[in-house]
């Protein structure tokens, strides 16, 4: 089973999440978590797909000609009609359930689907092939009169239903006269009636995520594409701990056949600070106030030492890389990475990503948690190994595994962590720290004034002592060490966009790295770039260029990481949260204000 596109429809419940291609097939989804074993594994496509379609689950309908699909209005709950060649029509109803259950939300290690005859008679096949030890296997099964057990590792799976078991098993085609429900989920006696269950199930799931999308405190224009992003982002929090995933896949190339396969299942302090900072912005509270919990924690383990740049969403620390032999990867295109290495890797960012997503928590009244004086005191060792770092090399933003320096970047996140450490101070009325703290971010200021500007191009670089570009030097304004109207920053801004513009796309950089030349556009410096124009004063470009990215999204209404040039096709791991942070930040900033209808 090949798939040939990223044109998928992600569903989840902040447990568990699958992706859906455009016939109405689960293509990847792992568990009992996002980082776990694929039980859905064709995305990667198996070198060897066995007696079944291995590592999916199929529904179709005999001699189909269409399939449509849609999600439900606010909500994850995917949708997809199947016609045949005489009129008949199916429809698919696909979720995982999430639902406030005796005080608790319910959101099990589960996937159900709805099947509903709409017209005429058609017939489905079902095809359920779970795979286990990352694609090498089909899972072995067991069967009872309205059940299937799946022995997945590192839990059975069992998939209750009132549809005839023999026929799924075998994979035969039968006639579809009655909604017929499908519960995959622990492996347990399924208690109740399964279709009265499940579509109660989809009832209440679609409740809860529309009024979590009520809560939302949205622009006026693009409202859909901003709660479609919102939604997706929320999906790659993992609620039990509170962590947030770069994305829900691993190994899709950032361009074809470029080796540039990555898994990015696991929690970058990076990456959730940017999601935690554009959620803020729509007043999702609900996912901060998770991540700072994982954060606290992800803190006190390190004992005032150093922060990883990333961890597993455990908060295991130890992400070994290796490859799954048993895949061939996204169109064949491997390698299938399991783990990252870039857990070793030295990118002092993060420690003032960790205190910029925690300084909302000192003064916004409406958390159920303010932050405390201990909590600050507990920042304050990061903010230590912030000021030691500032003026060291790492491996960069962009997490290069042969090469350091110094990099701008990472110097001026070390002066926020400083700088925002001294506002909480004040805020929390400890003056003599306030004080320390001020010193301190006027020192690193003083540090990256001198040595990242680039004399003879009369702007800043992007590392110490260079004259590199980096689309990075854009976030001088947003992390507020200049004003849009700095005639450093306007000078860097062109530099920036004259050495790494290319038409309607950004590059990170257009420096060769460990593969050579970049290949493909970076879809969060576009956006990046759409921000700098605005503030500019460059507006109707900024709207001109969101306009051409909102071309690029997929028929779910989301992105992956890069962009081709030329054929503009999506490449990279999917769905991308900095590109689903770029796509409401955007529209947050573009946007007429809703004074302009009220």
Same mark, same amino acid.
């Given at each position: ?38 039980l859905f594994s064709a995305l ?165 995520w529309r009024d979590w999308v ?57 990456d959730a600070y940017y999601t ?139 002066? /926020? ?9 004040? +805020? *929390?009325? %400890?003056?003599? $720290?306030? !004080?320390?703290? &001020? ?81 493909? /556009? ?9 921000? +700098? *124009?605005? %503030?500019?004063? $460059?507006? !109707?470009?900024? &709207? ?55």
């Amino acid at each position: 089973m090949r798939v040939n596109n990223l044109n998928l429809w992600p569903i989840g419940n902040c447990q568990v999440s699958a992706l859906i291609d455009e016939n109405a097939s689960f293509v990847w989804a792992c568990q009992p978590r996002v980082d776990g074993d694929p039980l859905f594994s064709a995305l990667l496509e198996p070198r060897d797909e066995g007696a079944l379609p291995r590592g999916t689950w199929r529904i179709e309908v005999d001699n189909q000609v269409s399939c449509t699909q849609l999600y439900l209005r606010n909500t994850p709950i995917l949708v997809s009609r199947l016609t045949d060649a005489d009129g008949g029509i199916a429809e698919i109803y696909d979720f995982c359930p999430r639902f406030l259950r005796q005080g608790r939300m319910y959101r099990p290690v589960a996937f159900c689907r709805i099947v509903r005859p709409i017209a005429g008679s058609p017939r489905i096949r079902v095809q359920l092939n779970p795979s286990t030890d990352w694609g090498a296997n089909d899972a072995e099964r067991t069967s009872g009169s309205n059940h299937i057990r799946f022995l997945t590792a590192p839990q059975p799976l069992r998939l209750t239903t009132d549809a005839p078991v023999s026929s799924l098993l075998e994979g035969r085609c039968f006639r579809l006269e009655k909604s017929l429900h499908f519960f995959l989920g622990p492996d347990e006696p399924f208690v109740g009636n399964v279709g009265h269950t499940v579509a109660t199930m989809l009832h209440q799931t679609s409740d809860e995520w529309r009024d979590w999308v009520r809560g939302l405190a949205i622009p006026l224009e693009w409202q859909k594409v901003v709660i479609r992003a919102a939604i997706a982002l929320k999906l790659c929090q993992h609620e039990e701990t509170g962590a947030i995933v770069a994305a829900l896949t691993t190994s899709i190339p950032e361009a074809a056949n470029s080796g540039r396969n990555w898994d990015y299942r696991y929690c970058w302090i990076r990456d959730a600070y940017y999601t935690v900072q554009a959620l803020n912005r729509l007043g999702a509270l609900d996912v901060l106030e998770n991540y700072l919990s994982y954060l606290r924690n992800i803190v006190d383990n390190a004992k005032g030492g150093d922060i990883q740049p990333l961890y597993a969403v455990s908060g295991e620390p130890k992400l070994d890389e290796g490859v799954a032999e048993a895949l061939a990867g996204y169109r064949g295109m491997g390698p299938v990475r399991v783990g990252n290495a870039a857990y070793t890797q030295v990118q002092y960012d993060a420690y003032g990503q960790i205190i910029l997503s925690n300084a909302q928590a000192f003064f916004d009244e409406r958390l159920f948690r303010k932050a405390t004086v201990e909590d600050f005191h507990a920042l304050e060792k990061v903010g230590d190994r912030a000021f030691e770092a500032h003026d060291q090399p790492d491996a960069g933003l962009w997490e290069f595994r042969t090469r350091t320096s110094v990099h701008t970047y990472s110097s001026v996140m070390c002066w /926020a962590a400083c700088d925002r450490l001294c506002n909480i101070a004040t +805020a *929390l009325g %400890l003056e003599d $720290r306030a !004080e320390f703290w &001020r010193d301190r971010a006027r020192r690193v200021r003083e540090t990256i004034e001198k040595q990242a500007w680039y004399e003879g191009g009369k702007r800043f670089a992007a590392t110490f002592g260079g004259d590199e570009l980096d689309a990075s030097l854009l976030q001088l304004v947003d992390m507020r060490f200049l004003e849009p109207s700095d005639p450093r920053f306007l000078a860097t801004f062109e530099a920036v966009e004259a050495g790494l513009r290319r038409g309607e796309h950004m590059l990170r950089y257009a420096d060769e790295d460990d593969f050579g030349l970049p290949e493909t /556009a970076f879809n969060f410096c576009t956006f990046w770039l759409i921000e +700098a *124009l605005h %503030l500019a004063g $460059r507006q !109707e470009e900024a &709207r001109a260029l969101y306009s051409k990215m909102l071309e690029r999204l997929t028929p779910a209404g989301l992105l992956s990481e890069d962009t081709d040039f030329d054929t503009h096709e999506l490449w990279g791991n999917y769905p991308q949260t900095y590109s689903l942070v770029g796509l409401i930040n955007c529209a947050g900033l573009l946007s007429k204000p809703w004074s302009a209808v009220r």
